[in-house]
């Protein structure tokens, strides 16, 4: 291509930059009391002042009179990643969306995004946990982010449930059997066994001689799609006796699995289903403790929404290593998602509260890193949350200050962290949500409303996969 036409070109594109500089907001779009960057929005054109234009252009103009462009595509490619790389620079070190990485290393989700991308080729599974308080009841948040996940990378069904649902479920429905006992750790819900082991879920559901359980995919209106059919169901169990046996049911087919000897180590039973279903139910013969269910399809993407009702999420170095661990491995686990802190605030009164909260989830990090280390962590903090201070509504008092310590338990243990406060807004952004119409959060001003919830799962999602986009591209330049 002559050189005057590539100038031509390059003078073109400036002027519809700036045409469009004429019509977008100079500083971005408000979102609460702060303003969001993301890719659709934060153009680099936006946010550049005219001489730092110039430069950028003059750059490109003396690297282009270095180069021997064959054609106008190989320039197009070359202004779209001088653009994208400045985007996505500023974007992991700038946003108030980005999520911060531990020694700011950018090479952080490099292995989970491999398996992400590679699991319907090598047709598997690959698991998200997903911990929380109240505000991921009911799937909020963690539907949203499995959809979007599964519609870009694959899977169905809703991952892994515990066999007694406590809350109800907008992805499926669960029925248990008056003979299922269900033990939780932690939380308001808590009820506490006789030993520790809780398993993955932090909740374990005894069997005794028999029962039965069956799940069925809901179709409200806020069911997510991909959660209505599956076609692999997982059966965890921690001890039995001789002989127990489930059952799997659904249409006219009778599926039989059995645990032949007693033993005290996680088992796994398996059925694989030629056809996806959208119910089924397990009936169980013999005593055994039921740790969980895994609801998937054949491969892809499972994210599973794990809320304890109450919990601020120290309760993980309390159970028995040898009832997650194993789980953890057969479920393909990459990512570990740690969103609490809310239910801490009412108990944080000074900085010791915050120096000893900081404390005990440093040392939940370090132990879910060391009973397994293949998956990375991400502990998402707490959203904002109103109080009255005098009379009047405000963020409640130390709410900073304990994520700031969030933030430091994280990125000083090597997981990275998630500023779900910064997100909203900052400070008082709680009472703006409430405000908004439709409403975001719930009048008892701690709770997103499901409109809300849905806007703070998008972005979350949005902001991961701007880390996945930026991997992609340096991989493409060859840039680590």
């Known amino acids: 291509m002559k050189t005057y036409k590539i100038l031509s070109f390059i003078f073109l594109v400036i002027a519809l930059l700036a045409l469009l500089c004429t019509v977008f907001p100079e500083d971005g779009v408000a979102f609460g009391s702060r303003r969001l960057f993301f890719p659709a929005l934060e153009e680099v054109m936006v946010r550049e002042k005219s001489q730092s234009v110039a430069e950028k252009m003059d750059k490109i103009v003396a690297d282009l009179r270095m180069q021997n462009f064959q054609d106008s595509l190989s320039t197009v490619d070359f202004l779209a990643n001088n653009d994208s790389l400045l985007f996505y620079a500023r ?26 991308e590679n699991c319907q080729e090598k047709k598997e599974v690959v698991h998200i946990l997903h911990y929380g308080d109240s505000q991921i009841e009911g799937d909020r948040i963690t539907g949203f982010i499995r959809q979007q996940l599964q519609e870009k990378f694959g899977g169905n069904g809703p991952g892994l449930l515990p066999a007694v649902q406590a809350i109800p479920s907008s992805a499926v429905g669960q029925t248990a059997s008056e003979n299922m006992v269900r033990f939780t750790i932690a939380g308001n819900l808590a009820n506490k066994a006789s030993h520790n082991r809780y398993g993955v879920m932090g909740q374990v559901t005894e069997v005794y001689e028999a029962g039965s359980m069956a799940i069925t995919a809901r179709n409200f209106k806020n069911t ?8 692999k169901i997982r059966l965890f169990t921690g001890r039995n006796t001789p002989g127990f046996q489930a059952t799997l049911l659904h249409a006219k087919e009778s599926i039989v699995r059995t645990i032949q000897a007693e033993n005290t180590r996680v088992n796994v039973l398996t059925w694989n289903l030629k ?45 028995d290593a040898n009832s997650i661990a194993p789980v953890m491995k057969e479920l393909n686990t990459q990512l570990i998602l740690l969103e609490f802190g809310g239910n801490m605030m009412p108990s944080i009164k ?12 440093s040392k939940q990090i370090k132990y879910l890193q060391n009973i397994y280390p293949v998956a990375k962590i991400i502990l998402i903090g707490p959203a904002d949350m109103s109080v009255k201070v005098n009379g009047r509504l405000q963020s409640i008092p130390l709410l900073e200050e304990t994520i700031q310590g969030l933030k430091e338990a994280a990125l000083e243990n090597g997981a990275a962290f998630w500023d779900m406060y910064e997100v909203m807004g900052g400070k008082n952004s709680m009472i703006e949500w409430v405000n908004n119409k439709p409403a975001l959060a719930a009048p008892d001003y701690i709770h997103f409303t499901p409109r809300g919830a849905e806007k703070i799962a998008e972005m979350f999602y949005m902001s991961l996969m701007n880390y996945y986009d930026f991997a992609v591209l340096r991989h493409n330049l060859n840039i680590e």
């Open 91 to 116: 974007f992991v070190t700038e946003s108030p969306v980005r999520i911060h990485l531990p020694d700011n290393d950018l090479n952080f989700f490099n292995s989970l995004f491999d398996k992400l």
């Open 275 to 319: 056809t996806p279903i959208k119910q089924f139910s397990l009936q169980f013969s013999g005593t055994a403790e039921i740790i969980g269910i895994a609801v998937d399809g054949e491969y892809g993407v499972a994210v599973d929404n794990i809320p304890l009702r109450g919990s601020s999420g120290t309760f993980f170095s309390q159970i």
């Open 350 to 361: 000074g900085e010791k509260n915050i120096a000893d909260y900081k404390n005990i989830m």
């Open 224 to 231: 997510y799609q991909n959660v209505k059919e599956f076609s």
